[in-house]
């Protein structure tokens, strides 16, 4: 059985010596191979090379450097996107083609999205037309970069990217579940040869996550995961007013006016919450339907809802694959017999697996009706293939519902109305709003607000991220 033992530390691969896990393949529901954790000391020594490799000059570096060093991690991960798609699928169950298509390929279109902005940034311009008051951006420092395991590549390669093209150097803390991609990664930037302690890696679950942001050499902390591990990290960041990005949970609604396109927007929409198996932070979750199409609308989700395939990993196809643990399929099935329970009407799917895949953490496209903002269902995020379906009877009630929740990541509308898809635009409370289908732009500024957390990554906006503001008045040229 594959055993993955090792950190990252100082431009070398060390032993790891902390705790040991099992990982578990969610296709087969069998160990397949066993993590070896950082132990505190590998922490505290990943910290330490961060520091100086910054302290040493990363941290004073200039744009074509970091420009030429991002130039080259990205080749290196070409080289490797068949082996990053492999790991992808068999570590957190994503169908091939997708972990190809769909996780890689947005990995590697943040990076060069970030490639693309350092063209244009500068870090040191005038206030004014007067030369004398200038203005410095300037990195941070050491970055603990936090990562979750549902786009495993692509969730370290928006904070890398910005970490890097910022001047900070990095450890990075995967998550446990998807640490072999980490992995693969890590050699990928080895071979990009940066200044050893520029970027370094251990492995470990939140026990690990918590010695890295609590040791006082970070200086900035970039979290995508729960909102719940997300309020930990903002408190403890507190104390030492260490500088925090918090990409969390969602609940985003998908709004559908009468004048859509309908079976266009239903296909969509149920393509975009049930994508990676539901677990995507930006999910498509909640469908809020005008009232005159609401039952064509049911009547096709639950036609397509019942189509759509849920199939093992490794086969090609677009189908969805299994949740990523058993903690998390636990969890879906919670929610689904909560919805049930609570009176939500079921029009697809529903609690079990799928017929025909009688083990693996497979659920099925499950599609509620009538579900209001009083229900759980209506309110938590639950990170897995169910839509919730709401009707509304005017463009107010359709605002009123899509803010209706603690969260506030993104919104999508469906309308053929260009001023009223502007007006309802304007009046949500995310940070991200798709019109029509149209897909992001991977330099666009990726977060939200509420529960959903605070900052933003991609593009410039997830360089800055990494950097602080410096004023300097009174100096006559630079
Ligand atoms: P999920 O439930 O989706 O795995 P988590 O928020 O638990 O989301 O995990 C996201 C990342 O945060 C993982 O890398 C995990 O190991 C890490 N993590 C979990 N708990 C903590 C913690 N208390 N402090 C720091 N990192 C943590």
Same mark, same amino acid.
């Given at each position: 059985?594959?055993?993955?033992?090792?950190?990252?530390?100082?431009?070398?691969?060390?032993?790891?010596?902390?705790?040991?896990?099992?990982?578990?393949?969610?296709?087969?529901?069998?160990?397949?191979?066993?993590?070896?954790?950082?132990?505190?000391?590998?922490?505290?020594?990943?910290?330490?090379?961060?520091?100086?490799?910054?302290?040493?000059?990363?941290?004073?570096?200039?744009?074509?450097?970091?420009?030429?060093?991002? @130039?080259? =991690?990205? &080749? #290196?991960?070409?080289?490797? !996107? %068949?082996?990053?798609?492999?790991?992808?699928?068999?570590?957190? *169950? $994503?169908?091939?083609?997708?972990?190809?298509?769909?996780?890689?390929?947005?990995?590697?279109?943040?990076?060069?999205?970030?490639?693309?902005?350092?063209?244009?940034?500068?870090?040191?311009?005038?206030?004014?037309?007067?030369?004398?008051?200038?203005?410095?951006?300037?990195?941070?420092?050491?970055?603990?970069?936090?990562?979750?395991?549902?786009?495993?590549?692509?969730?370290?390669?928006?904070?890398?990217?910005?970490?890097?093209?910022?001047?900070?150097?990095?450890?990075?803390?995967?998550?446990?579940?998807?640490?072999?991609? @980490?992995? =693969?990664? &890590? #050699?990928?930037?080895?071979? !990009? %040869?940066?200044?050893?302690?520029?970027?370094?890696?251990?492995? *470990? $679950?939140?026990?690990?996550?918590?010695?890295?942001?609590?040791?006082?050499?970070?200086?900035?902390?970039?979290?995508?995961?729960?909102?719940?591990?997300?309020?930990?990290?903002?408190?403890?960041?507190?104390?030492?007013?260490?500088?925090?990005?918090?990409?969390?949970?969602?609940?985003?609604?998908?709004?559908?006016?009468?004048?859509?396109?309908?079976?266009?927007?239903?296909?969509?929409?149920?393509?975009?919450?049930?994508?990676?198996?539901?677990?995507?932070?930006?999910?498509?979750?909640?469908?809020?339907?005008?009232?005159?199409?609401?039952?064509?609308?049911?009547?096709?989700?639950?036609?397509?809802?019942?189509?759509?395939?849920?199939?093992?990993?490794?086969?090609?196809?677009?189908?969805?694959?299994?949740?990523?643990?058993?903690?998390?399929?636990?969890?879906?099935?919670?929610?689904?017999?909560?919805?049930?329970?609570?009176?939500?009407?079921?029009?697809?799917?529903?609690?079990?697996?799928?017929?025909?895949?009688?083990?693996?953490?497979?659920?099925?496209?499950?599609?509620?009706?009538?579900?209001?903002?009083?229900?759980?269902?209506?309110?938590?995020?639950?990170?897995?293939?169910?839509?919730?379906?709401?009707?509304?009877?005017?463009?107010?009630?359709?605002?009123?519902?899509?803010?209706?929740?603690?969260?506030?990541?993104?919104?999508?509308?469906?309308?053929?109305?260009?001023?009223?898809?502007?007006?309802?635009?304007?009046?949500?409370?995310?940070?991200?709003?798709?019109?029509?289908?149209?897909?992001?732009?991977?330099?666009?500024?990726?977060?939200?607000?509420?529960?959903?957390?605070?900052?933003?990554?991609?593009?410039?906006?997830?360089?800055?991220?990494?950097?602080?503001?410096?004023?300097?008045?009174?100096?006559?040229?630079?």
């Amino acid at each position: 059985m594959a055993l993955f033992d090792q950190v990252y530390i100082d431009g070398a691969w060390q032993k790891a010596d902390g705790d040991t896990r099992a990982l578990i393949n969610p296709d087969t529901e069998t160990q397949d191979a066993t993590l070896i954790c950082a132990s505190s000391s590998a922490c505290a020594a990943a910290v330490a090379s961060a520091r100086a490799a910054f302290d040493a000059g990363w941290g004073r570096s200039d744009i074509a450097t970091r420009r030429a060093a991002l @130039a080259r =991690i990205i &080749t #290196e991960i070409e080289a490797r !996107a %068949d082996a990053f798609a492999s790991c992808i699928s068999t570590e957190i *169950g $994503a169908p091939i083609d997708f972990a190809r298509t769909g996780q890689v390929a947005a990995g590697l279109a943040h990076l060069r999205a970030t490639l693309a902005a350092l063209e244009t940034l500068t870090n040191d311009a005038p206030l004014t037309t007067a030369p004398d008051h200038r203005i410095r951006h300037e990195p941070l420092g050491v970055a603990a970069l936090i990562t979750p395991w549902n786009w495993p590549l692509n969730q370290v390669a928006l904070k890398l990217g910005g970490a890097i093209a910022a001047g900070c150097t990095m450890v990075l803390k995967p998550s446990e579940l998807s640490s072999r991609t @980490a992995i =693969i990664l &890590t #050699e990928a930037i080895h071979a !990009a %040869d940066l200044p050893p302690g520029v970027f370094n890696m251990i492995t *470990g $679950a939140g026990d690990v996550g918590a010695a890295l942001i609590s040791n006082p050499d970070v200086d900035v902390v970039s979290f995508t995961g729960s909102t719940a591990t997300g309020r930990f990290i903002a408190a403890e960041a507190a104390q030492s007013m260490t500088r925090t990005t918090l990409e969390l949970g969602g609940k985003s609604a998908n709004l559908l006016f009468s004048d859509c396109d309908l079976p266009t927007a239903i296909t969509q929409g149920l393509a975009h919450c049930f994508r990676n198996a539901g677990q995507s932070c930006n999910a498509a979750t909640r469908m809020l339907v005008a009232r005159d199409i609401y039952n064509d609308a049911l009547t096709l989700a639950a036609q397509i809802a019942t189509q759509t395939e849920v199939n093992r990993p490794h086969l090609s196809g677009a189908h969805i694959g299994p949740q990523v643990s058993a903690a998390q399929f636990a969890k879906v099935q919670s929610f689904i017999e909560t919805g049930v329970d609570q009176g939500a009407r079921l029009v697809a799917g529903g609690p079990g697996r799928p017929d025909h895949l009688p083990r693996g953490f497979y659920s099925r496209p499950t599609v509620f009706a009538d579900v209001r903002p009083d229900m759980t269902l209506f309110q938590d995020e639950i990170f897995g293939p169910v839509l919730t379906m709401t009707p509304f009877d005017s463009e107010e009630e359709a605002i009123e519902l899509a803010n209706a929740t603690p969260y506030g990541l993104a919104g999508y509308i469906q309308t053929a109305d260009a001023k009223r898809a502007d007006r309802v635009a304007q009046a949500l409370r995310v940070g991200m709003v798709q019109i029509n289908g149209q897909s992001r732009e991977a330099g666009a500024p990726f977060g939200g607000r509420g529960l959903s957390g605070y900052g933003r990554e991609a593009g410039v906006w997830g360089i800055r991220a990494f950097q602080d503001i410096k004023s300097i008045s009174g100096a006559a040229a630079f």
